[in-house]
């Protein structure tokens, strides 16, 4: 098992050699997860589709909380994709105006906790006012080293790797990079989670099945884990149940396990 331990933690910092209090388990270097269920829940309390996304503000801060008590390092929430603003205006405002009111609400507090804020996605693609919040809350937690809790805001996967092919295109163009020298590493240097780790954890609520352009390079080999559970209704216990899911799992990364070796 421990090396088992350490096979899944060789490709970043270590922290995977981490053990959660409670269970004995490995836990993730990095989770990512997909919020959905937000209008589900609004919807079947007869309410219009804003107030799941207002209540699924409740489930992000009860999951901070639990990751900064489980001593979690990275978290990364996909807040808004590029395929988002197909929504009314009405949504789209709503939801830009909430995400502008988190960050000044809780700016003190994710500084006295130690968090450290990051986003992926193309943030010039956001309304200024939502920059300007996002450039202030990025600046004042630079310092946080507890916990970073990534944002993907205007996030798509494949709009990421055709950036990053675009910015390897240039180089080679401006005779900084020789075509045959443009591998997955070259690539990953150029993608909005450079020098993170891959997530090791993908979590999905409200019970879908598919990925939805979210981080597809970086989740080649994390374990995926999907609850019918709607992010408005998700707490601290679907957390360490996702955990003790994932400690269980035997990853491989396309090898095979110990005892076949
Ligand atoms: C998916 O639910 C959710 C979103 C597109 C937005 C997620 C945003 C939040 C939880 C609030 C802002 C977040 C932060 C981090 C401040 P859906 O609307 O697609 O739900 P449905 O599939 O039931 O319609």
């Given at each position: 098992m421990a090396e088992k331990l350490k096979q899944a933690s060789s490709r970043g910092s270590g922290n995977a050699?981490?053990?959660p209090a409670a269970a004995g388990l490995p836990?993730?270097?990095?989770?990512?997860?997909?919020?959905d269920g937000n209008g589900r829940w609004a919807v079947s309390r007869g309410k219009g589709r804003t107030a799941g996304h207002r209540a699924g503000i409740e489930s992000v801060k009860a999951v901070l909380r639990a990751a900064l008590d489980l001593g979690l390092p990275?978290?990364?929430?996909?807040a808004f994709s590029t395929e988002n603003w197909k929504r009314p205006r009405t949504e789209v405002s709503f939801l830009m105006r909430l995400l502008r009111s988190y960050l000044a609400a809780q700016r003190a507090k994710m500084?006295?906790?130690?968090?450290?804020?990051?986003v992926l996605g193309d943030v010039a693609g956001l309304p200024a006012?939502?920059?300007?919040?996002?450039?202030?809350?990025?600046?004042?937690?630079?310092?946080?080293?507890?916990?970073?809790?990534?944002?993907?805001?205007?996030?798509?996967?494949?709009?990421?790797?055709?950036?990053a092919a675009r910015l390897a295109a240039a180089d080679v163009a401006a005779g900084r990079l020789a075509p045959d020298a443009i591998t997955a590493e070259?690539?990953?240097?150029?993608?909005?989670?450079a020098g993170h780790p891959d997530p090791d954890l993908v979590i999905r609520t409200a019970g879908e099945m598919r990925?939805?352009?979210?981080?597809?390079?970086?989740?080649?080999?994390?374990?995926?884990?999907v609850t019918p559970v709607l992010w408005p209704d998700f707490r601290r216990e679907h957390l360490e149940e996702a955990l003790a899911d994932f400690g269980r799992r035997q990853r491989r990364f396309g090898g095979l396990p110990d005892s076949d070796e």
């Open positions: 050699d981490r053990q836990l993730p270097r990095h989770i990512a997860i997909i919020m990275e978290l990364t929430l996909y500084i006295r906790d130690g968090v450290r804020l990051g006012p939502v920059r300007q919040e996002l450039d202030r809350t990025l600046e004042a937690t630079a310092g946080g080293r507890r916990l970073l809790v990534n944002l993907a805001l205007n996030y798509g996967s494949r709009e990421e790797i055709a950036r070259e690539l990953e240097r150029r993608l909005y989670t990925m939805s352009n979210f981080l597809l390079w970086q989740s080649s080999y994390a374990e995926f884990w």
